[in-house]
């Protein structure tokens, strides 16, 4: 389902005239841009925010690392075992040392596709339970789907399973760093996890927060268990947030472009609902208000046409 959906995605993208293609800011590296210093010793290369092409290498999320005096934990292994390599030649640059960690915030291909790199590495992978299931149904469809656009760039990138899984919370001493791998519920797509460092005060938010990039419905989401999960994300009260896509940023930010909009699209459906009105009408809901947001040409129609789907089964 994913891959119908990323294909989908990337057609539409490509068909759509207003759509341009980001510059890469990083022209040296197979990075879409250099990794920033979030707060001390956490760092992300942020991705683009449209769809992976050729051009971006796949790198259209952000890929962070954290660094101790006892080696490295990755966030997110790349798109590819090209991307993931490209991402490591930038940590050698900051540190001697080891990866020992890198864990996948869910099974979609741009958090796990080059975990196989990594792997040659002697990094463990960890992933959550419901991601290593979506990575064992889906990972050989979403390598297929990254090689349809990354061509020769996704050489030498093989699936693998996860080496550890967990279920709700999973914590890791990092040298002096208290890291806190948690899944707060069901949000945008299966095993959607966040990595927390109570003491830095940040939390890398994963796709369970969305702001410059408008957040897509897959099919499967489950969107009124997606804003009750962000609930539980918010309480943790960490004052810098680094989302799945997008610049680093706060708590106030993400709740406005992410449980802002989907309460917004679920009040409007409720309110088609109640007046006998049906999926052509939520196609025309107006969303200009989130017209700012990336992806939005790509994404709003049929955002509003799951939603409302997922809202009229529930009233049964």
Same mark, same amino acid.
């Given at each position: ?23 890469d ?28 092409t ?12 954290? &660094? ?5 934990? @990755?966030?997110?292994? /790349?798109?590819?075992? +090209?991307?993931? $390599?490209? #991402? ?39 992933a ?52 806190e ?13 966040? &990595? ?5 005060? @940040?939390?890398?938010? /994963?796709?369970?927060? +969305?702001?410059? $990039?408008? #957040? ?74 989130y ?10 129609k049929?955002?509003?046409?799951r ?10």
């Open positions: 389902m994913r891959l119908l959906f990323l294909f989908s995605f990337l057609l539409s993208f490509s068909l759509n005239s207003t759509a341009e293609t980001e510059a800011r990083y022209p040296e590296s197979e990075l879409y841009s250099k990794p920033v210093e979030v707060v001390k010793g956490v760092w992300t290369a942020i991705g683009a925010t449209q769809p992976p050729s051009e971006n290498a796949g790198h259209n999320n952000n890929l962070s690392f954290i &660094v101790s005096n006892d080696g490295v934990l @990755v966030v997110n292994s /790349g798109a590819s075992s +090209f991307l993931a $390599r490209a #991402l490591h030649d930038e940590i050698k640059k900051l540190t001697d040392q080891p990866v020992r960690y890198v864990v996948l915030e869910n099974g979609q291909g741009h958090a796990m596709l080059g975990s196989n790199y990594w792997q040659k590495q002697g990094a463990k992978i960890i959550h339970d419901d991601a290593i299931t979506e990575i064992e149904k889906y990972g050989a469809d979403e390598a297929e789907g990254m090689m349809a656009y990354n061509r020769d760039r996704g050489m030498d990138t093989t699936v693998i399973i996860p080496d550890i899984s967990f279920s709700e919370r999973l914590e890791i001493h990092l040298g002096g760093i208290l890291v791998l948690i899944h707060f519920g069901s949000a945008h797509s299966a095993g959607d996890i966040s &990595v927390y460092l109570p003491k830095q005060d @940040v939390i890398i938010a /994963g796709d369970i927060a +969305f702001h410059q $990039r408008m #957040l897509p419905v897959f099919p499967e989401t489950k969107t009124l268990r997606w804003v009750e999960t962000f609930d539980l994300f918010v309480a943790t009260g960490a004052k810098h947030v680094i989302p799945g896509h997008g610049e680093p940023t706060d708590m106030m930010t993400v709740t406005a472009e992410t449980k802002g909009y989907l309460t917004f699209l679920q009040d409007h459906a409720r309110k088609l609902l109640d007046e006998d009105l049906g999926l052509e009408e939520a196609y025309e809901i107006d969303q200009s208000a017209r700012h947001l990336d992806t939005f040409e790509e994404l709003a049929k955002n509003a046409g939603i409302f789907q997922e809202l009229e089964a529930d009233s049964f």
